[in-house]
């Protein structure tokens, strides 16, 4: 019932861009994107809801295809601040709020 | 300020020993969750409330019990049944099916 996320981790250099991709089985109400950094709770990075919808603030931004229960996030000209693990998190009309594995993001100078 | 409070932060448990991990919130949240996170890996979801006094299992709920008297409290219970209860413990809580789910600091949970 978990969300599938990929790819499992990606490496980029500065100023370079990334896609992450998140998929479900179920019929979702919302997805929610959050970056954790090791040890500590993840950081809410934005939501999108049924209905279709793309949101993005600053150099990030996320698509959500209600037909196909996909959402994808996308990162420009990465900074070393983005490094971390970022995870969808996805809610059915149960308000259960389930986590992909996640995806381990490391960016170099 | 709002926001979720878990404790302890650290906590060492025995073979057979049950513990308590607190999670508190002042946001006046409906739903509130627990998840286990082990190293390198996803949060994976035991137990969910969304109303007090009900709650229902996540994907790995066996070897764990939750409460939910009142509505800013949602403990949970890691038993002896639980064969492998070393891992990172997480608590949110969110109003409903478009809100920002906020998290506690999480608790560390290690079996000696």
């Known amino acids: 019932q978990q969300p599938v996320q990929s790819p499992q981790a990606v490496i980029l250099r500065e100023g370079e861009d990334a896609v992450i991709n998140c998929s479900s089985s179920?019929?979702?109400?919302?997805v929610h994107w959050y970056r954790q950094k090791h040890g500590e709770a993840p950081v809410f990075l934005m939501i999108?809801?049924?209905?279709?919808e793309q949101k993005g603030h600053d150099k990030i931004s996320a698509s959500f295809n209600e037909k196909k229960q996909q959402s994808s996030l996308y990162l420009t000209a990465s900074q070393l601040s983005y490094s971390g693990t970022y995870f969808c998190?996805?809610?059915?009309?149960?308000?259960?709020?389930?986590f992909g594995a996640g995806t381990r993001l490391t960016v170099k100078p | 300020d709002g926001g979720i409070t878990q404790s302890p932060k650290y906590l060492f448990r025995k073979e057979g020993q049950n513990v308590t991990l607190s999670c508190e919130q002042n946001?006046?949240?409906?739903?509130m969750y627990w998840y286990r996170q082990d190293p390198g890996q996803g949060l994976r979801l035991i137990y969910y409330s969304q109303i007090v006094n009900d709650f229902q299992k996540g994907d790995i709920a066996e070897g764990y019990s939750v409460s939910r008297e009142k509505k800013e409290s949602f403990p949970l219970t890691v038993t002896s049944a639980q064969k492998n209860p070393t891992a990172f413990y997480l608590c949110a809580s969110a109003q409903g099916l478009v809100d920002t789910i906020y998290f506690g600091e999480g608790s560390w949970l290690t079996v000696v």
């Open positions: 999108l809801l049924k209905g279709g």
């Open positions: 998190g996805t809610v059915t009309n149960n308000n259960d709020m389930r």
């Open positions: 946001l006046n949240h409906d739903a």
């Open positions: 179920k019929a979702l109400y919302s």
